[in-house]
């Protein structure tokens, strides 16, 4: 019963760097998410997709790229990392049949130094 | 796009009381939905809301779905020391069947004093 698992859980990243999220979900989900949090910021979203093979852009995209390359998987991925992109990142999905809403994973806190 | 305000932003209450938080939206939604993130880990699914004037209960927490479709409202009756965390209100439209994007408020920040 693991529903959405995110790794790595911690992260320390030096400007510069290129790092890759892991998401996985065993739910047989549609929809998958990458949002991130940011104290008085919320949740905004930066990439999603609508099925396999798909991805789109999110409010906050610029500086990652994504790819959902199986239907269980969807990597988040950032080429160079910027202290901008410091935050707690959460992987989503859903499965797009009525309103179930989304079941998140547990979240994965990156610093970039 | 679609915007939520969420408020208030933080609460500080002592063991007991009853709380109430709200969204209002600047378009209508047909589904409201209430999450719950505690310290650490990712927010999780309180109450769903299908139909205007809709009011849903699940345990101490009560939450309404507004006549206008442009809000909601979150009670949490008897507050305890565990309701500390991040309370979240999210609205959808959908079209169609699919219900791919929903729009997230900023969040009501919780504390509870035992």
């Known amino acids: 019963n693991a529903g959405v698992t995110q790794t790595p859980k911690f992260r320390v990243l030096k400007t510069g760097q290129s790092m890759t999220l892991l998401c996985a979900q065993d739910?047989?989900?549609?929809?998958m998410y990458w949002y991130r949090q940011d104290p008085g910021m919320g949740l905004r979203l930066i990439h999603y997709s609508v099925g396999e093979g798909t991805t789109a852009k999110g409010e906050v995209p610029d500086g990652y790229n994504v790819s959902r390359l199986k239907k269980q998987n969807f990597l988040l991925g950032l080429e160079s990392a910027a202290p901008s992109q410091t935050s707690v990142y959460f992987c989503?999905?859903?499965?797009?049949?009525?309103?179930?809403?989304?079941?998140f994973g547990s979240g994965t806190r990156l610093t970039v130094v | 796009g679609q915007q939520l305000n969420q408020s208030p932003q933080s609460m500080f209450i002592q063991e007991g009381e009853d709380v109430s938080m709200n969204c209002t939206s600047s378009s209508i939604f047909n589904t409201w939905l209430w999450y719950k993130q505690d310290p650490g880990e990712g927010p999780v699914l309180l109450i769903a809301?299908?139909?205007?004037?809709e009011l849903t209960s699940n345990g101490r927490l009560t939450a309404q779905f507004g006549i206008t479709r442009k809000d909601s409202f979150l009670n949490i009756s008897a507050s305890i020391p565990s309701d500390v965390g991040i309370y979240f209100c999210?609205?959808?439209?959908?079209?169609?069947?699919?219900?791919?994007?929903?729009?997230f408020g900023k969040g009501t920040l919780l504390t509870v004093n035992p």
């Open positions: 989503a999905s859903s499965s797009g049949q009525g309103a179930d809403g989304y079941t």
């Open positions: 999210a609205g959808q439209f959908r079209r169609g069947g699919s219900n791919y994007k929903l729009t």
């Open positions: 809301l299908y139909k205007a004037g």
């Open positions: 739910m047989n989900h549609e929809y």
